[in-house]
T-cell receptor, first 114, second 112 residues
Framework: NAGVTQTPKFQVLKTGQSMTLQCAQD?????MYWYRQDPGMGLRLIYY???????DKGEVPNGYNVSRLNKREFSLRLESAAPSQTSVYFC?????????????FGAGSRLTVL | QKEVEQDPGPLSVPEGAIVSLNCTYS??????FMWYRQYSRKGPELLMY????GNKEDGRFTAQVDKSSKYISLFIRDSQPSDSATYLC????????????FGSGTRLQVQP
């Protein structure tokens, strides 16, 4: 029962470098999400995917791209990293329980951009 | 102005105290209200959720929603050091694509 698995857990980049954060879920959920968490800002939605083959922008999409590779996997790419993208990134998948959106989160990926 | 406001704390209480955590919101379309708990360097995990107004109890935890005041609360009875974490409120209007809007979280410390 792994739930949502994110890799890597930690990463340090230099400004302008690129990288991809990987996320996989084994709960057969249709919807998946990428959030970033910054002090005092809470969790802000970057991109989401309501189902395999679809992706949509969230609240803070600039500087990011996503790929919904299949039902299990949803990756987040930083093409040219900037110090403002230093954050903790969380992937989540969604189940609907009694009408409520219930998100299961991964453990997070802590990214520092120098 | 943020859609969901939450006092960041930290809130420090002695073991055994009753803790009250609160959020206010501005979007009257919100119908589902949730509380997530996040331990340091971990992902948030769902504690409980409620629909519309009213109370819901689960063990030592009680969630309360007052839609007329746009105010939600989480009460923790007989608080334990293991309750030390950041508590995030979250809410949504429906089961639509955009999922949840989160508060910024309140950090709670329960002193033994």
């Amino acid at each position: 029962n792994a739930g949502v698995t994110q890799t890597p857990k930690f990463q340090v980049l230099k400004t302008g470098q690129s990288m991809t954060l990987q996320c996989a879920q084994d709960m057969n959920h249709n919807s998946m999400y990428w959030y970033r968490q910054d002090p005092g800002m809470g969790l802000r939605l970057i991109y989401y995917s309501a189902s395999e083959g679809t992706t949509d922008k969230g609240e803070v999409p600039n500087g990011y791209n996503v790929s919904r590779l299949n039902k299990r996997e949803f990756s987040l790419r930083l093409e040219s990293a900037a110090p403002s993208q230093t954050s903790v990134y969380f992937c989540a998948s969604k189940a609907v329980s009694s009408g409520a959106n219930v998100l299961t989160f991964g453990a997070g990926s802590r990214l520092t951009v120098l | 102005q943020k859609e969901v406001e939450q006092d960041p704390g930290p809130l420090s209480v002695p073991e055994g105290a009753i803790v009250s955590l609160n959020c206010t919101y501005s979007n009257s379309a919100f119908q589902y209200f949730m509380w997530y708990r996040q331990y340091s360097r971990k992902g948030p995990e769902l504690l409980m959720y409620t629909y519309s107004s009213g109370n819901k109890e689960d063990g030592r935890f009680t969630a309360q929603v007052d839609k007329s005041s746009k105010y939600i609360s989480l009460f923790i009875r007989d608080s334990q050091p293991s309750d030390s974490a950041t508590y995030l409120c979250a809410m949504s209007g429906d089961t639509g694509r955009r999922a949840l809007t989160f508060g910024s979280g309140t950090r709670l410390q329960v002193q033994p």
